[in-house]
């Protein structure tokens, strides 16, 4: 089913359209015209802090990197959620297409390697913290 409080993806450019991003942007979210070698699956937006508990354990989240992005709007933040990374447009529409089931707004979109850097940066904090955690209770 849809994740509570999200915000299909295509609403929220509408929506913001007219309105100038602040400096406060978390991670740049690039213009859909944009030449981009990298692309995401952007599955949801939200005014609220993401429950990912509603989130479900689909096989295709194992195989790529599932990550929050957040931009700041009219002095309010917005937090979406994303899956990458794909090397070509149509890998993205397709995985789009396949997750349209579980998140009504998906859709392929052009990532920065400023964004797959931060990503998997967050990935490999996240598998150490694990790691470590394994590590104290196992002693």
């Known amino acids: 089913g849809k994740v509570p409080g999200a915000v299909r993806a295509s609403d929220l450019r509408a929506a913001m359209a007219d309105r100038p991003a602040t400096a406060n942007e978390v991670i740049e979210i690039p213009d859909e015209h944009s030449p981009s070698k990298l692309y995401a ?16 354990p689909l096989t295709l989240f194992d195989e790529r990197t599932l990550y929050a992005v957040s931009v700041r709007r009219a002095s309010h933040p917005w937090y979406g959620l994303r899956v990458g990374f794909y090397r070509d447009a149509q890998e993205a529409r397709r995985a789009a297409s396949e997750l349209i089931g579980y998140f009504a707004g998906a859709i392929a979109v052009p990532a920065t390697e400023q964004e797959f850097a931060q990503a998997r940066a967050a ?14 209770v196992a002693a």
């Open 41 to 56: 699956v952007e599955l949801l937006w939200s005014p609220d802090p993401l429950d990912l508990t509603h989130v479900p």
């Open 123 to 136: 990935e490999i904090r996240a598998w150490a913290a694990r790691i470590d955690a394994s590590v104290v």
